[in-house]
């Protein structure tokens, strides 16, 4: 095959590993939230990459700061630090709880550095006893084999040879399951302070109150995982600042790099001094490029107006699906929060999730599902009326034409 060869779709069962089942077109261009195929047709993106593109494609903010970085230093490792992973870091303490930072390249090794910190203390401060990890049923954090085996799914994690152990999974917003299954063997419990993959559901504000109230009561570590919800997406900085409840560790990815690769652990002093030199790491963590590109994310979407402008566009999503929906009744409720919306499928259109996603690339419309009930958006935060408006009409005739069929 020479470099001239064209490439197309079927190429990716020839020379891809299959755990994946891509759509049939190859887009190669993406400008704010429109995208183009190779065909040249152009789609609206209400999908954000799964919650990353948080700024759109190719926001001039992020080209420069990728150009400028380009230029000067792309990486080091971590034997020596380098200027914006210092200035990243020192950015993330200022919008947030954490006094200290640790860089990885994804949610999951993020989630990862989570877990070996919250096991570290508790042998270091209690002894090995203190192992237990409690998580969600449907709960999401990754593919990594101890972030998987925390994930609610079984399905995920089976199939491996022997699992991770001391974890122990429960129903979310159960809050006297929880109580009745927390000791003093609890390490931590590891939760998204809403769950994304697990079809979009809010925590009550009295769960998560007694989470935190139960980790204190037990000397167990709360870790949020914000790989999803973080940098804006549902209107604070981290989702967390909204409920009222902080955690002691914190994970965020997706947006973070607005597409370019990179996750950080954030947390306290006082725990990070239990991941001494040589108790993890990373080679890429902490990379320049990266960061550099994060430093622009987050300078761009902490601004007041931009987080101000999640939730004028949550209220746009809200009402165009209640107006499709009051034409072609499909969807039971809309639920999330900031631009972190699903749309669960009533009675009689259970499982027809996908059915929507597939109807919707074909008038022009990308969006996700999150399970087989429920379609998922997670667009860029400064998405513009115009886009959304043009985006619902093409999703009102994607659903008009599965409904009349
Ligand atoms: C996507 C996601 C992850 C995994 O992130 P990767 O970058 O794919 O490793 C972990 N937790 C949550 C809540 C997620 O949504």
């Known amino acids: 095959m020479t470099m001239e060869h064209k ?6 069962d020839e020379v891809m590993v299959p755990c994946y089942s891509p759509m049939q077109i190859i887009p190669v261009k993406g400008q704010g939230s429109r995208i183009w195929d190779q065909a040249d047709r152009e789609y609206i993106d209400f999908a954000g990459g799964i919650a990353v593109s948080c700024l759109g494609h190719c926001h001039p903010v992020m080209v420069n700061a990728l150009k400028s970085q380009a230029e000067k230093l792309w990486h080091l490792s971590n034997v020596m630090t380098n200027e914006p992973a210092l200035r990243l870091a020192k950015k993330l303490t200022e919008h947030s709880f954490a006094e200290k ?3 990885a390249n994804s949610g999951a090794e993020a989630n990862e550095a989570a877990l070996k910190l919250a096991r570290r203390y508790a042998v270091d401060k209690f002894g090995p006893e203190k192992s237990e990890i409690i998580a969600f049923n449907q709960g999401f954090h990754g593919r990594t084999f101890f972030t998987v085996t925390v994930g609610g799914q079984a399905a ?8 991770p152990q001391a974890i122990s999974h429960i129903p979310y917003n159960d809050l006297s399951a929880l109580a009745e299954i927390m000791s003093d063997r609890t390490c931590a419990i590891m939760m998204e302070p809403l769950q994304g993959e697990g079809g979009i559901i809010s925590p009550t ?3 998560v109150q007694g989470v935190r109230e139960l980790c204190d009561k037990h000397n167990a570590l709360l870790i949020f995982d914000e790989v999803q919800t973080g940098n804006g997406r549902t209107g604070n900085f981290y989702a967390y600042q909204g409920l009222g409840v902080t955690p002691d560790i914190l994970s965020t990815a997706k947006s973070l790099g607005g597409g370019f690769p990179i996750g950080a652990m954030l947390t306290t002093t006082a725990l990070a001094e239990h991941m001494k030199v040589g108790t993890h790491g990373s080679t890429y963590g902490g990379n320049p490029l990266a960061c550099a590109v994060a430093e622009a994310v987050v300078d761009e979407v902490s601004k007041p107006e931009v987080l101000a402008g999640v939730k004028e566009r949550e209220q746009w999503f809200r009402d165009a ?4 929906n009051a034409k072609y009744p499909i969807f039971a409720e809309v639920r999330g929060k900031g631009l972190l919306l699903g749309a669960a499928l009533n009675e009689e259109w259970q499982g027809r999730a996908r059915d929507v996603l597939l109807a919707a690339v074909e008038e022009g419309l990308m969006v996700l599902v999150a399970g087989t009930n429920v379609v998922r958006f997670t667009p860029s935060l400064v998405i513009d009326k115009a886009d ?18």
């Open 321 to 324: 699906l209640e107006q499709i």
């Open 156 to 163: 995920y994690s089976d199939g491996f040879g022997p699992k």
């Open 101 to 103: 930072v640790f860089f």
């Open 7 to 12: 490439v197309e779709r079927k190429l990716f």
């Open 205 to 207: 504000s009295e769960f």
């Open 388 to 405: 959304v408006d043009e985006g619902m009409a093409r999703l009102e005739r994607a659903i008009a034409k599965l409904y009349n069929k």
